[in-house]
């Protein structure tokens, strides 16, 4: 029956296809437009332009197109629509689009779309948040820190100053565009992410020495471990030169030519060549354990999520449906003096642009390779010295900074050279003023003045500033962290066992350092603090002689005192012993007078009897009278024996 009906219909099919098509074809004829609640111009403004190309074309009849949009040109397909929007059109019409969309005004429309500025600023307040609990005295007075300013703002505008005072020529106009490091820094301190890959880290190695022939033959490790590198040397001319011909007529130059001791000049050169180049600096008393791009791998993440997550948004928050030109759009001028990086007033080209409408770029805060390797020198507050300054620290979880490697243009070294080269001007000041007023001036040490202390503040300074990660989050880390762009390795890293021995690593070795400090005997300030240590030391050996003879003679004095205690126990002890013995002696002879006077009383009482004996028998009988006598004599001798 089934098949029946099949074949008796089979012959209407095509009819019927062809009825099904044309009621199709009327009815899409017949709609005047796709259903929405807001005009279609609006609609044409929020949707991406994919959705343009599926709009149907615009019709003289259409009344909600009556409005002659001028950003929708009549007579144009949507495939015309999506090449002017694009920029493949006519330059004339997009001309005209341009001007229109300047001049479009949106009156009581919502947006369905959230500024970048507005991220930004959310951003911007949960670092100050993270940073609540921070206190810079306690920080100071506990671990030695100086942070000064850590708002992200207020530490950008002046890392700013200190490029257009030291590193421009004075007079001189800034160089349109500016130099190369300027935009990365700026771009790492900005919370928006780069739209283009920032410089890569250079695979080279730079180390200064007074000579290349006074270089330690450890050194030769690192062309052995690391052979595709290149290996720069610097000396004390090579030095004069570099600074010259990067920053030659600036004030930075002029500060670095008048440094009293090369110590000085190779600290500060180390932050200019990072600035700038990039790669890895490290003393020439150093050997590499492994190779620099296993160092701190693999490593725990201490970035806040919150942090992470926003940039991610901020990476793609292209705003695809509205062009950067569109008012409405987050990254249209509009909106763009409303971002922390517009308000800055530097008065200078920073090479930044106000659109970032890139795609994603694996770079950046916490993307892609670390732009700073840092390794802790010392955590003192692990360790349990509580008195680190006096074993020649500066700061108690104290940054290495005889070797480190970065990825150029990096805030925290344009920080380190602003805080030396103005540390540099205000020491000169004291000096002159203590030589005209006819006074000795002993500088601070270089570790203080261009080393480790001031370095380790930078470090601190960029990551509670940049990601509120504070100083007390460091303590008592035993594996390399990750906080956004900047790796940081646990103590000893940088100073590992030697690899010329057999002596086992230590775990997260990196780098060896000899430790031969050949500058310290030229720091005016270490001989000082060298020779108060000494004078300290033998105060503290005077102090400790003196405490040990007091000791030893109230040692004496108890053994005296202890002795004489026994020897009067003792004589007590034997006159009581006499006194017993006498008093028992004196018992004794009592006892026995005792038992002599009864044997008295007993012996006269025999007396008596014998002598009423004596008498009966003298009444009676006269022979008995010698008998008698001998009674009384033997009875005498009795008593005399008693």
Known sequence: MLSLLSSRYTRYLPLLLLVLLGSTFLLFEHSSSASSTLPRSSIYDYTSPATHCFWPGTDSNDESAAVSDPKIPANKDSVGKIKEWMGWGDSEDLDEDIASAEAFAWEGQLPDVVPVSGIERYMLAHIEELQQGYDAKHDYEEYGLKLGNISLPAYTAELLETYKEYLLPPGAPPPNPPPSFLPTVLSRLSLKPPITPLPPRPDQVMTTEKSVDDLPWQFQRWKEIMPEWEIKYFDDKALKNWVKGMFGGTKAEEIWMNLPRQVLKTDVFRYMAMLVEGGIYTDSDTAPIIHADQWGHPYNHRTSPLLTHLSRILSIATSPHLPSSHPLSSFSPDHAGTTIDEELDVGISTGKSNIYDGPLVDDGAE????????????????????????????????????????????????????????????????????????????????????????????????????????????????????????????????????????????????????????????????????????????????????????????????????????????????????????????????????????????????????????????????????????????????????
């Open 367 to 642: 993307l892609g390779q670390p732009s700073l390797v840092v390794s802790v020198e010392s955590d003192a507050i692990d360790f349990g010295w509580h008195n680190w300054r006096e074993v020649g620290l500066s700061r108690a979880v104290q940054i290495t900074q005889w070797t480190f490697m970065a990825r150029p243009g990096h805030p925290v070294f344009l920080d380190a050279l602003g805080r030396t080269l103005r540390k540099s001007e205000e020491i000169a000041r004291k000096e002159k003023e203590a030589k005209k007023n006819g006074k000795e001036f002993i500088p601070e040490t270089a570790l203080e003045w261009t080393g480790p202390g001031v370095f380790s503040d930078c470090v601190y300074r960029y990551l509670i500033s940049r990601y509120g990660f504070k100083p007390e989050d460091l303590i008592h880390k035993k594996d390399p962290l990750r906080v956004g762009d900047v790796l940081i390795l646990p103590a000893g890293s940088y100073s590992s066992v030697s690899p010329f021995g057999d002596e086992q690593q230590r775990n997260w070795a990196a780098s060896w350092h000899g430790f031969f400090g050949r500058w310290r005997g030229a720091d005016p300030g270490v001989q000082e603090f060298e020779r108060l240590k000494k004078l300290k030391k033998e105060a503290e050996e005077a102090e400790k002689k003196a405490k040990e003879e007091a000791e030893e003679a109230e040692r004496e004095a108890k053994e005296a005192e202890q002795k004489a205690k026994e020897a009067y126990d003792q004589a007590d002890k034997s006159a009581q012993e006499a006194e017993e013995k006498a008093k028992e002696a004196a018992e004794e002879a009592g006892r026995k007078a005792q038992e002599a006077s009864d044997t008295v009383e007993a012996l006269e009482e025999e007396v008596e009897k014998a002598k009423e004996v004596a008498e009966g028998i003298s009444d009676g009988q006269d022979d008995g009278s010698g008998d008698f006598t001998e009674i009384r004599e033997e009875t005498e001798e009795e008593k005399m024996s008693a």
